[in-house]
Protein backbone atom coordinates (compact mmCIF):
# COMPACT_ATOMS: atom_id res chain seq x y z
CA UNK A 1 0.00 0.00 0.00
CA UNK A 2 0.97 3.46 -0.48
CA UNK A 3 2.08 5.65 1.83
CA UNK A 4 2.85 9.07 2.65
CA UNK A 5 5.13 10.81 4.99
CA UNK A 6 6.02 14.31 6.01
CA UNK A 7 8.80 14.78 8.52
CA UNK A 8 8.12 17.67 10.65
CA UNK A 9 4.87 17.84 12.01
CA UNK A 10 5.73 21.39 13.19
CA UNK A 11 8.49 23.68 10.98
CA UNK A 12 8.81 27.29 12.43
CA UNK A 13 10.48 29.49 10.22
CA UNK A 14 11.53 33.67 10.42
CA UNK A 15 9.79 36.12 7.49
CA UNK A 16 11.64 36.34 4.86
CA UNK A 17 13.95 32.78 5.33
CA UNK A 18 13.35 29.60 3.26
CA UNK A 19 10.45 27.10 3.42
CA UNK A 20 11.33 24.01 3.38
CA UNK A 21 8.83 21.04 4.04
CA UNK A 22 9.41 17.45 3.44
CA UNK A 23 7.70 14.74 1.79
CA UNK A 24 8.59 11.39 0.64
CA UNK A 25 5.90 8.76 -0.44
CA UNK A 26 6.46 4.93 -1.07
CA UNK A 27 5.62 3.16 -4.57
CA UNK A 28 7.54 1.40 -6.98
CA UNK A 29 5.58 3.27 -9.44
CA UNK A 30 5.89 7.23 -9.35
CA UNK A 31 2.88 8.50 -8.33
CA UNK A 32 0.77 11.42 -9.07
CA UNK A 33 2.05 14.34 -6.24
CA UNK A 34 0.34 16.96 -4.55
CA UNK A 35 0.64 19.76 -2.41
CA UNK A 36 -2.46 21.13 -0.66
CA UNK A 37 -2.56 23.47 2.33
CA UNK A 38 -5.37 24.26 4.85
CA UNK A 39 -5.42 27.54 6.61
CA UNK A 40 -7.56 27.54 9.93
CA UNK A 41 -10.72 26.36 9.47
CA UNK A 42 -11.19 26.43 5.72
CA UNK A 43 -10.94 23.39 3.45
CA UNK A 44 -8.16 22.26 1.31
CA UNK A 45 -6.31 24.44 -1.41
CA UNK A 46 -4.19 22.82 -3.83
CA UNK A 47 -1.02 24.65 -4.31
CA UNK A 48 0.78 22.68 -7.13
CA UNK A 49 1.06 19.35 -8.70
CA UNK A 50 3.56 16.89 -10.39
CA UNK A 51 1.98 14.46 -12.96
CA UNK A 52 4.18 14.16 -15.53
CA UNK A 53 6.93 16.43 -17.34
CA UNK A 54 9.40 18.46 -15.83
CA UNK A 55 10.18 17.89 -12.25
CA UNK A 56 10.00 21.49 -10.64
CA UNK A 57 6.91 22.41 -10.24
CA UNK A 58 5.36 25.81 -9.78
CA UNK A 59 2.26 26.54 -7.89
CA UNK A 60 0.92 29.51 -6.15
CA UNK A 61 1.95 31.76 -3.55
CA UNK A 62 5.50 31.63 -4.93
CA UNK A 63 5.50 27.83 -3.69
CA UNK A 64 7.37 25.11 -5.67
CA UNK A 65 8.12 21.48 -5.53
CA UNK A 66 11.01 18.86 -7.34
CA UNK A 67 10.56 15.16 -7.98
CA UNK A 68 13.09 13.40 -6.89
CA UNK A 69 12.58 9.67 -8.23
CA UNK A 70 15.59 8.96 -6.73
CA UNK A 71 15.22 10.00 -3.55
CA UNK A 72 11.30 9.25 -3.95
CA UNK A 73 10.93 12.79 -2.26
CA UNK A 74 8.06 15.77 -3.34
CA UNK A 75 9.68 18.38 -0.57
CA UNK A 76 8.04 21.94 -1.01
CA UNK A 77 9.46 25.50 -1.13
CA UNK A 78 9.70 28.73 -0.94
CA UNK A 79 12.77 31.22 -1.23
CA UNK A 80 11.15 33.50 1.27
CA UNK A 81 8.30 33.11 3.85
CA UNK A 82 5.68 35.49 4.77
CA UNK A 83 3.46 35.51 7.33
CA UNK A 84 0.36 34.45 5.68
CA UNK A 85 2.14 31.14 4.42
CA UNK A 86 1.53 30.18 8.08
CA UNK A 87 -0.79 27.34 7.69
CA UNK A 88 -1.27 23.43 7.53
CA UNK A 89 0.22 21.76 4.32
CA UNK A 90 -0.58 18.49 3.22
CA UNK A 91 1.25 15.89 0.95
CA UNK A 92 -0.70 13.52 -0.99
CA UNK A 93 -0.30 11.10 -3.58
CA UNK A 94 -2.04 9.31 -6.00
CA UNK A 95 -1.33 5.61 -7.55
CA UNK A 96 -1.93 6.14 -11.31
CA UNK A 97 -4.42 3.66 -11.59
CA UNK A 98 -6.24 4.64 -7.66
CA UNK A 99 -9.05 6.74 -9.43
CA UNK A 100 -8.09 9.49 -7.76
CA UNK A 101 -8.09 8.02 -4.89
CA UNK A 102 -5.66 10.87 -2.68
CA UNK A 103 -3.28 9.18 0.34
CA UNK A 104 -2.47 12.19 2.46
CA UNK A 105 1.05 13.00 4.75
CA UNK A 106 0.05 13.33 7.97
CA UNK A 107 0.51 17.08 7.66
CA UNK A 108 3.22 20.02 8.21
CA UNK A 109 2.16 23.12 10.34
CA UNK A 110 3.90 25.99 9.28
CA UNK A 111 4.55 28.63 11.85
CA UNK A 112 6.30 31.80 10.68
CA UNK A 113 7.98 34.07 12.91
CA UNK A 114 7.99 37.85 12.52
CA UNK B 1 -20.07 31.57 -5.97
CA UNK B 2 -18.20 28.53 -3.48
CA UNK B 3 -17.48 26.08 -5.97
CA UNK B 4 -17.73 22.68 -2.92
CA UNK B 5 -20.11 23.70 -0.30
CA UNK B 6 -20.66 21.81 2.32
CA UNK B 7 -23.33 22.22 4.95
CA UNK B 8 -23.42 22.81 8.05
CA UNK B 9 -20.29 23.80 8.79
CA UNK B 10 -20.43 22.85 12.59
CA UNK B 11 -22.55 20.08 14.31
CA UNK B 12 -22.94 19.38 17.69
CA UNK B 13 -24.77 16.26 18.33
CA UNK B 14 -25.34 13.24 21.12
CA UNK B 15 -24.08 9.90 20.64
CA UNK B 16 -26.73 7.58 19.18
CA UNK B 17 -28.46 10.60 16.79
CA UNK B 18 -28.59 10.41 13.69
CA UNK B 19 -27.29 12.86 10.76
CA UNK B 20 -26.63 14.32 7.18
CA UNK B 21 -24.05 16.59 6.29
CA UNK B 22 -24.79 17.57 2.75
CA UNK B 23 -22.11 18.77 -0.07
CA UNK B 24 -22.78 20.34 -3.50
CA UNK B 25 -20.79 21.01 -6.41
CA UNK B 26 -21.48 23.82 -8.87
CA UNK B 27 -18.53 22.87 -10.93
CA UNK B 28 -19.99 20.32 -13.51
CA UNK B 29 -17.56 17.45 -11.80
CA UNK B 30 -18.21 13.95 -12.75
CA UNK B 31 -16.73 12.57 -9.33
CA UNK B 32 -17.29 13.70 -5.40
CA UNK B 33 -14.91 12.20 -2.44
CA UNK B 34 -15.71 12.57 1.05
CA UNK B 35 -12.87 12.55 3.40
CA UNK B 36 -12.21 12.71 7.58
CA UNK B 37 -9.66 14.02 9.33
CA UNK B 38 -9.00 13.30 12.74
CA UNK B 39 -8.16 15.19 15.51
CA UNK B 40 -4.37 14.78 14.55
CA UNK B 41 -5.10 16.41 11.43
CA UNK B 42 -4.80 12.89 9.64
CA UNK B 43 -6.57 13.02 6.56
CA UNK B 44 -7.93 9.75 4.86
CA UNK B 45 -10.63 9.43 2.27
CA UNK B 46 -14.04 7.24 3.15
CA UNK B 47 -16.21 7.30 -0.04
CA UNK B 48 -15.70 8.22 -4.02
CA UNK B 49 -18.76 8.82 -6.46
CA UNK B 50 -18.38 8.90 -10.12
CA UNK B 51 -21.48 9.69 -11.69
CA UNK B 52 -23.79 9.05 -9.07
CA UNK B 53 -21.67 5.51 -8.99
CA UNK B 54 -19.72 4.29 -6.06
CA UNK B 55 -16.28 3.51 -7.02
CA UNK B 56 -14.45 3.77 -3.61
CA UNK B 57 -15.60 2.62 -0.48
CA UNK B 58 -12.62 2.41 2.72
CA UNK B 59 -13.36 0.06 5.52
CA UNK B 60 -15.81 2.74 6.87
CA UNK B 61 -18.06 1.47 9.11
CA UNK B 62 -21.58 0.83 7.29
CA UNK B 63 -23.21 3.09 10.09
CA UNK B 64 -21.82 5.62 7.03
CA UNK B 65 -24.31 6.03 4.39
CA UNK B 66 -23.49 8.34 1.48
CA UNK B 67 -26.46 9.31 -1.54
CA UNK B 68 -25.57 11.23 -4.87
CA UNK B 69 -29.64 12.14 -5.85
CA UNK B 70 -27.43 13.62 -8.71
CA UNK B 71 -23.57 14.14 -9.73
CA UNK B 72 -23.51 17.86 -8.42
CA UNK B 73 -24.76 16.35 -4.88
CA UNK B 74 -23.50 13.89 -2.63
CA UNK B 75 -24.85 13.72 1.21
CA UNK B 76 -22.94 11.48 4.10
CA UNK B 77 -25.82 10.05 6.74
CA UNK B 78 -24.27 8.90 9.82
CA UNK B 79 -26.40 6.61 11.75
CA UNK B 80 -25.57 5.99 15.54
CA UNK B 81 -23.00 8.42 15.90
CA UNK B 82 -20.07 7.57 18.45
CA UNK B 83 -17.40 9.41 20.06
CA UNK B 84 -14.99 8.57 18.17
CA UNK B 85 -16.96 10.12 14.70
CA UNK B 86 -15.91 12.91 15.90
CA UNK B 87 -13.55 15.03 13.04
CA UNK B 88 -13.72 17.08 10.07
CA UNK B 89 -15.62 15.95 6.81
CA UNK B 90 -14.53 17.21 3.88
CA UNK B 91 -16.44 16.78 1.19
CA UNK B 92 -14.23 17.02 -2.77
CA UNK B 93 -14.93 16.97 -6.39
CA UNK B 94 -12.97 16.24 -9.27
CA UNK B 95 -13.71 16.38 -12.97
CA UNK B 96 -13.79 13.07 -13.59
CA UNK B 97 -11.70 9.98 -12.20
CA UNK B 98 -8.84 10.09 -14.45
CA UNK B 99 -8.40 13.91 -13.38
CA UNK B 100 -6.40 14.64 -10.71
CA UNK B 101 -6.94 18.05 -9.14
CA UNK B 102 -9.92 17.33 -6.77
CA UNK B 103 -11.75 20.19 -4.74
CA UNK B 104 -12.39 20.82 -1.63
CA UNK B 105 -15.04 22.36 0.66
CA UNK B 106 -14.65 24.16 3.64
CA UNK B 107 -15.40 21.03 6.00
CA UNK B 108 -17.77 20.22 8.42
CA UNK B 109 -17.03 19.83 12.11
CA UNK B 110 -18.73 17.07 13.46
CA UNK B 111 -18.76 17.18 17.37
CA UNK B 112 -20.20 13.84 19.12
CA UNK B 113 -20.96 14.31 22.80
Known amino acids: AQSVTQLGSHVSVSEGALVLLRCNYSSSVPPYLFWYVQYPNQGLQLLLKYTTGATLVKGINGFEAEFKKSETSFHLTKPSAHMSDAAEYFC????????????FGGGTRLMVKP | DTAVSQTPKYLVTQMGNDKSIKCEQNLGHDTMYWYKQDSKKFLKIMFSYNNKELIINETVPNRFSPKSPDKAHLNLHINSLELGDSAVYFC????????????FGQGTRLTVV
Open chain 1, 92 to 103: AAEANNAGNMLT
Open chain 2, 92 to 103: ASSHSRLNTEAF
